[in-house]
């Protein structure tokens, strides 16, 4: 079975850090690109990064620029998403989505997320 | 900043059909992108329900239906059901975002 399971999320105080990750499984995880998308509660969807098979290619939403560091082990068939200075808006739940291998931008599995809660 | 503008709400009986429609601009849908549209359900993370404007993906129902027109795109839904009830996001490419990918702002669906 193809699927993604994320990890990682917990409280953090603004300001501080966390590291979330995903671990993928059923599929050659090497072969794909892989995505962050967050939902603040009550919220529509955010695509906040998007990295490249060989992580060559790195995108993020001016949103989380210069904060969060997307990374990706394909030896552990893990992707990663390092917050830094993380503030109150970033409280959402995170997804990892697996980009399509044709070309048209889009993510075909998703992870069930991880809570993300930024507060003092 | 661009945007992909979805209606809110959409509601419907069971049975009948209903649409959703995702406006975008030049700069997305009206630039070539193609459109895709994702299900979540209450609880549950999304699910690819329609990619490439109008393919559905694996295991969806041929009542679930995509189009796009223009700068436009919508999702029609025939034969409404209780499970139906859900939100819907379209989401494209956006040739002038950071992030590249662009999601609507979702559309809760009411089964009468």
């Known amino acids: 079975e193809v699927q993604l399971v994320e990890a990682g999320g917990g409280v953090a105080q603004p300001g501080g850090s966390l590291r979330l990750s995903c671990l993928g499984s059923g599929f050659t995880f090497s072969n794909y690109e892989m995505n962050w998308v967050r939902q603040a509660p009550g919220k529509g969807l955010e695509w906040i990064s998007y990295i490249n098979n060989i992580g060559t290619t790195i995108y993020y939403a001016d949103s989380v620029r210069g904060r969060f560091i997307v990374s990706r082990d394909d030896a552990q068939n893990s992707l990663y998403l390092q917050m830094n200075n993380v503030r109150a808006e970033d409280t959402a739940l995170y997804f990892c989505?697996?980009?399509?291998?044709?070309?048209?931008?889009?993510?075909?599995?998703w992870g069930q997320g991880t809570l993300v809660t930024v507060s003092s | 900043q661009p945007v992909l503008t979805q209606p809110p709400s959409v509601s419907g009986a069971p049975g009948q059909r209903v649409t959703i429609s995702c406006v975008g601009s030049?700069?997305?849908?009206?630039?070539?992108?193609?459109v895709h549209w994702y299900q979540q359900l209450p609880g549950t993370a999304p699910k690819l329900l329609i990619y490439g404007n109008n393919n559905r993906a694996s295991g969806v129902p041929a009542r679930f239906s995509g189009s796009q027109s223009g700068s436009s795109a919508s999702l029609a839904i025939t034969g409404l059901q209780a499970e139906d009830e859900a939100h819907y996001y379209c989401q494209s490419y956006d040739n002038s975002l950071s992030a590249t990918r662009l999601f609507g702002g979702g559309t809760k669906l009411t089964v009468l």
């Open positions: 030049n700069s997305n849908i009206g630039a070539g992108y193609h």
């Open positions: 989505a697996r980009g399509d291998s044709t070309g048209y931008y889009y993510a075909d599995i």
